[in-house]
Structure formats: structure tokens, C-alpha cells
């Protein structure tokens, strides 16, 4: 089984190197540029379709996989339909810069797809004590939904600089594919496995100085992946519950960057869609730090949630 792992991340790894510099012109005969504006760091344009090299790098590396193991997972057909939704809307977002609530909207279709085609969360740990509670159609619905935009979110609002979406993603899906494999759930360790692959693949065409950006087509897919395979995983039995649990331990660093931007937007009495130089990246470049220490920085936090998952699940 760890072969299927090892030829997930090869063929996604592989893939990621080849295609990349493929996005990049594509980036550039459609206009998908990313231009300099007093928000962002960057000085100069750049390709910002680095995202669809990472989606078909993670196709490839995880359907072999797939093949390798003959298994195809129950549900896989509503991923996949939520990922090319995900993808069209990073897409028109990055060459046509929609509006917040355009996005969003995006977002919550490509989350109903999948939680149409029955991967949903139908149980949760009993936060009171011992044993799980059992949601009803709805609560189950929503919880799925608000799961998979937040994490979608997430990823999204930490692509601020070179190399950082891409490398805490490396770090996160590797982390998960091991832990998955722990609990037998080869094609869910397979998949994120793929992800870890093509982050590998894109990183040495993303980190400072970055020949393209992942743009929110790619950003925004990472996120909906880690989401979606995460509940894939949940969803085999009550003990692999667990595998949303280590999703959320291992992207703690996004996840608390975004809790933190929604509360302090709200506070500030400004709409939580506004864009803000406030999140931990931007502080750390005010601090003094340049591009590649503030990243490695991240990198590390990165790591400490990772090993924190990884203990918290083996004492459980």
C-alpha cells in the first residue's frame, strides 16, 4: 500500500515540474497576470495561473494511485464536479478579479456539489462527554458547507507570499497522508499524498523570487481538497472521524490567520470581505523580516501544528 503513497507523490511531483512552466505561458497568452498594487508584495507582473498545473498534477497522482489500488472511493464523482467548479471560479477571479460576494457564491456551489452527491459530515465528537452526536439532514448540510468554504478561505487568504500557500500545503498534506495511512485509508493517504506531490513540483517555480503565482485557482482548490478529502476520509467509519480533526490541527496556522481577519474586520465595523495588509505574513514583513524569512517562519509553525496532530492522534 505505501507504493500507492509513493506513486501518488512521483507522478503528482512529476507532473507539477512539467506543467508548470506550461501554466505559465498559458498565463500569459489569457491575460491571467498578476500586477502590482499597493496591497500585494510583489513589484513586478507575474503568470497567476500556477493553480491549474497543481489540479492536473493532483489528477494525475491521485487517479493513478486509484488504479494502482483499484478502488475508486464512494463519492469521488461530487469532488471532482466541486474542483472544477472551484477551478473555473479561481480562474475567472484571477484574469476578471470578481467581487467578494461573486466569489463566495462560487464557493458555496462548489461545496453543495459534493454534499449533494452525499459526502457530509453525519457526526461530530460529543464536546460534553463521551461518544458522538448524530446530525439531522440540515445540520448536517450546513456543517459540510461551512467546512469546506472555510478551509477553501483559508488556504486562500495565506497565498500573500512567495512559496507560502504551496509550501504549508507541502507540509500539511504530507503530514495527512501519513496519518491516514495510519488508520488504513490508503486511497484518502493516496490523494493527499498527490497534493504533497504537486505542491513539491510548483514550488521551485513559486519560491522568492516566484516565476508564477497559483492565483486563486490554485490556492482556493488546495483548500477545497484538504476539505473534501477529509470528509471523504470521515466518512468510512466513526474512528477515522478523526481525519477532520487532523485536517484542522494541521491547517491551524490558515484557519487562525482567517478567524482572526473575520473578527478583526468585525470589530473594525468594516465588511469581513475587505481586503486588509493585516494578516500574520503581512506583520511579519512589518517587523522587519523579508519575503523568504517570514515563509520559512510560517514554514515552521507549519511544522509545530503537523508534529502537534500527529502526537494528539497516536495518544489517542
Known sequence: MLMALALAFLIATTVSIIVTPLSIQWAQRLGIIARPSPRKIHREPVPSWGGIALTIAFLFGTFSSWLFLKTFPDHALGVLLGLLVVVLVGTLDDRFSLSPKAKLLGQIAAAVLPTAFGLRVSLVNNPFGDGYIYLVSWQSWLLTILWIVALVNAVNLIDGLDGLA?????????TLSFLAASQKLFPIAAAFAAIAGACMGFLPYNFHPAR?????????ALGYL????????????ITALSVLFMTGMALAYPLLDTAFAVIRR???GRSIFTADREHLHHRLLDSGFDQRQAVLMLYALTLIFCLLAILLVRAT
Open 166 to 174: 504551496a509550501g504549508v500545503s507541502f507540509f500539511a498534506a504530507l
Open 266 to 268: 468585525w470589530l473594525k
Open 212 to 220: 508564477v503565482f497559483m492565483g486563486d485557482t490554485g490556492a482556493m
Open 226 to 237: 484538504f476539505a473534501t478529502l477529509s470528509i471523504l476520509g470521515a466518512v468510512k467509519s
